[in-house]
């Protein structure tokens, strides 16, 4: 009995190490992809390295979240060619790294950022005012995702308000039920 219990704490162990292992090595990873990135974007001088340190964080988080370094390299080379620079362009990766958080799938962020940098482009908006235009489709887009959260709430309530507690109401349908081993 006793050396059953010292097995099954050795495995437990064994199990949060290989645990520590496996997030240790993804944030190792994810580390090493945000590096190979920012040195590529630098090489092609799409940002300079200040720029990239103030964004490392959400790209970070993007990664962590199932983004590819293509995904973001697409976003932020839309951001690069629409002129977003300095503050709107952290404000803007922050926007959609957000919008992450709130559930939204990493790629799809990034395709809301760059169709919105594109539309804005294409009215001749550059820099701030296309800088803003994104922040406006990501802050509609996350309404539309809380609107969304909150129709299946609503729904969830209602569901169980149709099942009821799970007790049949006194003097209810099943009055004339006959208990068993009891009389009606």
């Known amino acids: 009995m006793k050396s059953l219990r010292i097995i099954s704490v050795f495995f437990v ?48 988080n993007m990664l962590d979240k199932g ?33 992450v958080n709130k559930g939204e799938h990493p790629r799809e962020a ?11 482009q294409a009215q001749g908006l550059k820099g701030k005012d296309l800088a803003a235009k994104v922040h406006d489709a990501i802050r509609q887009r996350k309404q539309e995702r809380e609107k969304i959260g909150e129709v299946r709430q609503e729904g969830k309530r209602k569901e169980k308000s149709k099942e009821g507690s799970g007790r049949a109401p006194a003097g209810g349908k099943y009055k004339d039920c006959v208990v068993k081993g009891g009389k009606k």
């Open 110 to 120: 990034g395709n809301i950022v760059s169709q919105a940098a594109h539309a804005a």
């Open 67 to 99: 983004a590819t370094k293509e995904d973001i390299k697409n976003m932020l080379e839309d951001l690069s060619k629409s002129e977003v620079r300095g503050r709107d362009l952290e404000n803007t990766v922050n926007a959609a790294n957000d919008l």
């Open 13 to 60: 162990c064994l199990f949060f190490s290989a645990a520590a292992v496996s997030l240790y090595a993804q944030e190792k990873n994810t580390n090493k992809i945000v590096e190979q990135l920012n040195q590529e974007l630098e090489k092609d001088k799409v940002f300079t390295s200040r720029e990239l340190k103030t964004i490392k964080n959400p790209v970070k």
